[in-house]
T-cell receptor, first 114, second 114 residues
Framework: AQSVTQLDSHVSVSEGTPVLLRCNYS??????LFWYVQHPNKGLQLLLK??????LVKGINGFEAEFKKSETSFHLTKPSAHMSDAAEYFC????????????FGAGTQVVVTP | DAGVTQSPTHLIKTRGQQVTLRCSPK?????VSWYQQALGQGPQFIFQ???????QRGNFPDRFSGHQFPNYSSELNVNALLLGDSALYLC?????????????FGPGTRLTVL
């Protein structure tokens, strides 16, 4: 069975400072991992995905994530937060033999202060 | 390309009623998945349709049913509505399962049950 745990429900950062969103996963097989972002009243947008290639994955808007199998983690980072980064972020796992079922974490709400 | 579209945007129903939500997939996609996102939670997988058949189902009661049409669009039906069915219902489309491609999400339908 697969599961995802997002370790922080809320993160508050100052504009221009680094952002770290933590995610641990549990999977019986080699998973695919994703980070999605959800802005208010908008649909989910894919930030980046890991599918067993390079362990350091670069995404859109300056975000990146590192897959660490030994720690079963897939933390999301950004060197410098922007006001537009304020949103809800979801870590997501998909089994490789799955027909496509995505398992979402509970989400991390990011607040960016000036 | 209009992306994934959903209708209606919002609707209000009373307990015991039935509701139908609609989804048109992104151009070139033939697989549709439905998710329920309760307030303050991550999306939960309801089911997935491919080639007009339900291929995978999450932990939802039989009151939740669906359909996929030959043009790949899909409907989600919920019977005997409960207050707990109030949520944002998200539709996601993708190429055929096993392709490894990510799912694209629509903006969702906000269902309120009174």
């Amino acid at each position: 069975a697969q599961s995802v745990t997002q370790l922080d429900s809320h993160v508050s950062v100052s504009e221009g400072t680094p952002v770290l969103l933590r995610c641990n996963y549990s999977s019986s097989y080699s998973p695919s991992l994703f980070w999605y972002v959800q802005h208010p009243n908008k649909g989910l947008q894919l930030l980046l995905k890991y599918t067993s290639a390079a362990t350091l994955v670069k995404g859109i808007n300056g975000f990146e994530a590192e897959f660490k199998k030994s720690e079963t983690s897939f933390h999301l980072t950004k060197p410098s937060a922007h006001m537009s980064d304020a949103a809800e972020y979801f870590c997501v796992v998909r089994e490789t033999d799955s027909w496509g079922k995505l398992q979402f974490g509970a989400g991390t709400q990011v607040v960016v202060t000036p | 390309d209009a992306g994934v579209t959903q209708s209606p945007t919002h609707l209000i129903k009373t307990r015991g009623q039935q509701v139908t939500l609609r989804c048109s997939p992104k151009s070139g996609h033939d697989t549709v998945s439905w998710y329920q996102q309760a307030l303050g939670q991550g999306p939960q997988f309801i089911f997935q349709y491919y080639e007009e058949e339900e291929r995978q189902r999450g932990n939802f009661p039989d009151r939740f049913s669906g359909h996929q049409f030959p043009n790949y669009s899909s409907e989600l039906n919920v019977n005997a509505l409960l207050l707990g069915d109030s949520a944002l219902y998200l539709c996601a489309s993708s190429p055929p399962p096993g392709s490894g491609a990510e799912q694209f999400f629509g903006p969702g339908t906000r269902l309120t049950v009174l």
